[in-house]
């Protein structure tokens, strides 16, 4: 293959695998984690939540599809879930140079490099997702012709780097919903504009006292949510208050926090599209999209809160909720995007708890 420049993907082991680049010809380095989606590259790859890592697929052939166009609708790229490419780098195993479907507007491997994101494929992903299985997830760093350091993005507040740094209003809906920006994904504020929202979207560490609201919603983000101090602490405030909470993800782990919870890393985290969760208290089993390196400690939940939802795989916590307020979470994805949108029935939930 001698169009496409050889690369080394080394991990902080000394363990090294050699693969081609078919994205930008940028040394790069992060923390490497492995999702098992077969679909859903366009929208993971733009997801907020993977800021700072290098992202192996499982799924053996990618870039079948291509990637679709930049429509735009209601302030939003209608495709993606964020304006722009997140990881840090994308490994898979086989690339597929023709993509053939209705919606593509160009191949995987333009994007990349119009993105400045470094990619490779040629890598036994099958291998290398073994390995992060039995060691957990690690730094690694992909090298062209000079040599990188390896860098920890858990040492960095990335939600600061996904957020946005100012205010920022969708729709005009007869409810108002106070986001507040982990590194939202747009599908989140899709659902919200589909039940008749105004969305006030606002930085991870912006003063909303004064703000008038129906309720509040936490986003998803990156990194760990221990360095979201700001969000804690006005969180803190709102539990006091009766208004209707939801928090996705980071914002489910953020309002734990809040609640005198804890939370912990993950050994390789949750990122795939068919994650079963146990609704506390039923029978109903859900089939759940996720993408999250951390989970709250089930056995520090606060008297005054209960379990929500739980991880049948390793029976980790998946959603806390309040006894008497109405304040829920989820650690999985209800929007999903992509995923099943089996638990979606939760925004109706939530726009239930705002309309009384």
Known sequence: MPRYKKARLILEDGYELEGYSFGSETAVAGEIV???????????????????QIL???????????????????????NFESDNIHVNALII???????NHWNASKSLGRWLKEENVPALFGIDTRML???????????????????????????INL???????????????NKKVLLIDCGVKSNIIRYLLRFNCTVIRVPWN????????????????????????TTIENLKLSIAEDKP??????GHQLLALASGAKTYKLKFGHRSHNQPVLEKGTNKAWLTSQNHGYAVDEKSIQPGWEEY??????GSNEGLKHSVKDIFSTQFHPEASSGPTDTAFLFEEFISMIDG
Do not use: Q
């Not at 992060?132 to 858990?154: Q, T, W």
């Not at 909470?245 to 980071?250: H, M, T, V």
């Open 129 to 155: 997702t073994k390995i992060i299985r039995e060691k957990g997830s690690m730094l690694a760093k992909i090298v062209f012709d000079h040599d990188i350091k390896f860098e920890d993005p858990n040492l």
């Open 309 to 314: 939802f739980t991880n049948l795989n390793d």
């Open 93 to 99: 195993s086989d690339y597929s140079e023709k993509h």
């Open 159 to 173: 939600v600061d780097l996904v957020a946005v740094k100012e205010k920022v209003v969708y729709g005009n809906g």
């Open 34 to 52: 492995f999702n098992t989606a077969m679909t859903g590259y366009p929208e993971s790859l733009t997801d907020p939540s993977y800021k700072g």
């Open 56 to 78: 192996v697929l499982t799924y053996p052939s990618i870039g079948n599809y291509g990637v679709p166009g930049n429509e735009s609708e209601n302030g939003l790229l209608k």
């Open 245 to 250: 909470i939801f928090g996705i993800c980071l």
């Open 206 to 229: 912006y003063d909303y006292s004064k703000e008038e609201y129906d309720g509040l919603f936490i986003s998803n983000g990156p990194g760990n949510p221990e360095m979201c101090i």
